[in-house]
């Protein structure tokens, strides 16, 4: 009695089973959503996910699941309880998809019919969506249109499951899919190329618009860039349509001028001040640099272009400091050209902007002042106390380092005569202080510093980790000149991107790498970098090309093709039309490619039959093949192997549910054979 009642109670807890292979299909697919949500949701989502997929393979061949109505209300409460204390809202996208995998999660672990199957599938689509809203990286659509196929293919093996027993039947949902995402193909890159659309492209980023994802403020505090040096997010890319390899000599990309100083720590304007273009004059033609800049979206108003920008791109201002920003802020890979001279500007320095160029913090300590005295000495000649600074620096000890430790923005003195370690932000805002201290006008900039080359695509690719700062001091002669003190405490660093450099330094011994021997070898292993290059190549033709299609793009497409886009309405008419004209001419090959062999079948077999009827046997309109060939059998013994054959082959080739093993072609010799038998 005891054992039977055990028995009931686990009978309870065991319900119908999905079949294996689609629930493994179904897991594939799933398992390549997982990129999209790693580094972008509360890292415990993507785990509990995992989690829930690994329990399901336990619990289907043992029939449990999650039945208990009261359990998946405290486990549900349990799971938006932890998405608000890891977001600190419900709101916003990030929270939004979290919710959505922790109910894929349950209904994994809930599901055991075939309405609940073909449920997950539908919610891991929206997955596939909610993860290319996430991030649109090449790898990343990639991986959601691997899973967008394995979903298919789920949907195939549970609808037409495989033979045990046949060869190869484990394949057949993949081979369907693969043939059902050739046909819609077509139709989905017309759908791309011509469907109206708004002027964002597919590149955006949902979250807080005010969260620039860059390496950049209006404030320059000790440790602000040091800490992008590991980063390997792309800032922008930049090509140079009129010399490929680029300007000679070092790229400063020019991105923000902060003129408030408070020690260690710098401020730009809230408000950035424009400027005309044309108020200091247009360079000769062999000074002016022109760039095709392909900007990241991070959510600011930053703009870039190399040092100093005079022409100004549409949808931009100059600024006061010679630099760009946007009208709107970048939330889409945006495409721009830039002119920039590589001669110094000559405009005049106002007594306002001579007074904020010359501003000083409230405290600085005595000896800091003795220093900067020091510079200027009894010649008052700027040039020459600029030369006694960098001196200072080169011959002191001060080293180049990514761990500098931390400062604040009082601790001037404690950078300078103690600790003399520091990274670009370190020597550009004390050195300008210097300056303003020695009676120089001074200001800081804040941008990007090099580039990597890609001579597969024609391109620099600037990271995140290429971020610097440097100095202009105001020479009389000159104007507004680029001084960067971190060029003679690392010599090296202006003529290289920030890994690159870093590379040679562990190369030569003076500085240790964090990885192991093994990986640092490998990263400079030829084939790896070319391999590299290219993926960096086809990253960016996707950014530009598929994600950076907005519709400008598309009004310059459909020009080209000789078609006016007179407003959304007519344009989605002229689609529609297309595809329906396709679809007509897809129907229509399909159909004329299935009926010819079974029309040739049925026309071969009523020959035979002719040719029996000529003999004296006449083939009933109401009868079968096999009685017919059982009649004609009695009638021609002789002949009786002939016709069995025959008509068994007819039968095959017509009638088989998969393809017969005999072809046509013995099926025409069998009836030609047949003439001299009859």
Known sequence: MSNSRNSRRIEQWRDTTIPRRPLLWLAAALLFTLPALLGTVASWVPFLFLFALVLKFWMEPRGYRLRSTSLKLILTALTLGAIFLSYDTLKGIEPAVSLLVVLVSLKILEAHTAREFQVMVMMAWVLCLCGFLLSQDLAIAFCLFVAFALLIAALVQFHRPATAGSPGAFWLPLATTLKLVAQAAPVAVLLFLLFPRINTGFQFRIGDPHAARTGFSDRLSPGGIVALANSTDIAFRAEFPDRRTGPVGPMYWRGLVMWHCEGMEWRAPYAPAPISDSSNGYPASD????????????????????????????????????????????????????????????????????????????????????????????????????????????????????????????????????????????????????????????????????????????????????????????????????????????????????????????ASGEMATGRSAFLTRLARLALVNQIRFVWEALNYQWDTRVLGFDADVQDVLLTSLGLTNSGPFPLVMQVLIVIAALLIIYAGWMQLRTRPRADRVQALYERFCQKLARIGVQRDPCEGPSDFAKRAAQSFPNASEYVRHITETYIALRYAPGPAAISLDKFVKKINAFTAHR
């Not at 103690?418 to 050195?431: D, I, L, N």
């Not at 510093?449 to 980790?465: A, I, K, P, T």
Request: net charge positive.
């Open 287 to 506: 000074k002016a640099v022109r760039q095709r800049i392909t900007i990241a979206p991070h959510g600011a108003r930053w703009m870039f272009a190399l040092d100093r920008p005079f022409g100004i791109p549409s949808g931009a201002r100059l600024a006061r400091g010679n630099y760009l920003y946007s009208v709107q802020p970048i939330r889409k890979t945006r495409r721009y050209e830039a002119l920039s001279s590589t001669d110094p500007t000559r405009e005049e320095l106002g007594a306002h902007e001579r007074r904020e160029a010359l501003q000083l913090p409230a405290s600085i300590s005595p000896a800091v002042r003795e220093l900067a005295a020091s510079f200027a000495g009894h010649d008052s000649e700027p040039r020459a106390t600029v030369n006694s600074a960098l001196q200072f620096f080169r011959t002191q000890g001060f080293r180049y380092s990514l761990s500098p430790g931390e400062y604040n923005k009082n601790d001037l003195e404690e950078f300078l005569f103690r600790r003399r370690t520091g990274f670009c932000e370190h020597y550009a805002a004390s050195f300008a202080t210097l300056m303003r201290l020695a009676g120089i006008p001074a200001r800081v900039v804040l941008g990007y510093l090099g580039g990597e080359y890609n001579d597969l695509g024609g391109f620099f690719l600037v990271r995140q980790s290429d971020t610097h700062a440097w100095c202009e001091v105001w020479i009389p002669e000159n104007g507004w000149t680029r001084i960067d003190p971190t060029a003679v405490v690392a010599p090296g660093r202006a003529s290289l991107d920030l890994s690159s450099f870093l590379a040679s330094r562990v």
